[in-house]
């Protein structure tokens, strides 16, 4: 009984964990997605990120960084290279942001 009680309790503190951090990406004044690098997508966006994509958040879960960038940032630098450097970065623990 104490098991089912325990795993109950858990669950319970996830769902709010979750809640809470739904609303903290959903509310956010700032454009937030999540990129799966395994999928080579993003997983979530919030509706700031919609409006400033100018894409459903269906069709934003469909694109990687590069496929909503230009082909060439305003230095001249690939957009493809440039997502691929911030990826590896994400994934050795730095904090990154795209623009």
């Known amino acids: 009984m ?3 009680f325990d795993t109950w309790t858990a669950l319970d503190a996830l769902r709010g964990s979750e809640e809470r951090f739904r609303v ?3 509310e956010a004044p700032e454009a937030i997605v999540l990129f799966a690098a395994e999928a080579g997508c993003f997983i979530e966006a919030n509706g700031m990120a919609q409006q400033m994509f100018g894409m459903s958040r269906g069709q934003l879960l ?3 960084p ?3 960038s ?3 940032q ?3 630098r690939s957009s493809k290279e440039l997502a691929k450097a911030y990826v590896e ?3 050795r623990g730095e904090i990154v942001q795209f623009e």
Do not use: E, M, N, Y
């Open 74 to 76: 305003p230095d001249g």
């Open 2 to 4: 104490q098991d089912i």
């Open 24 to 26: 903290l990406v959903d």
């Open 62 to 64: 469909r694109r990687s």
């Open 66 to 68: 590069a496929k909503i």
């Open 70 to 72: 230009p082909t060439r």
């Open 89 to 91: 970065r994400a994934l």
